[in-house]
């Protein structure tokens, strides 16, 4: 199971996001083979929006109080 899959419809005892546009995963991949990428981030190559996308969910989750 993807993370996108899990984060989807593993997570209802914590609200779950089921259903509606992929969009909400901020970058996934179509059945076609490109990415879908949110508004902000199209254009840019998927590389630079994973860097980009997992510095800031570092520093989210260090953030965090464990």
Do not use: D, F
Request: charged share 20%; glycine share 12%.
């Amino acid at each position: 199971m993807t993370h996108c899959r899990l984060m989807e419809y593993g997570t209802q005892s914590l609200g779950g996001i089921k259903g509606g546009s992929a969009a909400k995963h901020i970058m996934y991949h179509r059945n076609s083979g490109e990415w879908g990428l949110a508004v902000p981030l199209r254009g840019m190559e998927p590389q630079a929006v994973w860097e980009r996308l997992r510095v800031e969910l570092l520093r989210e989750l260090t953030a965090i109080s464990w």
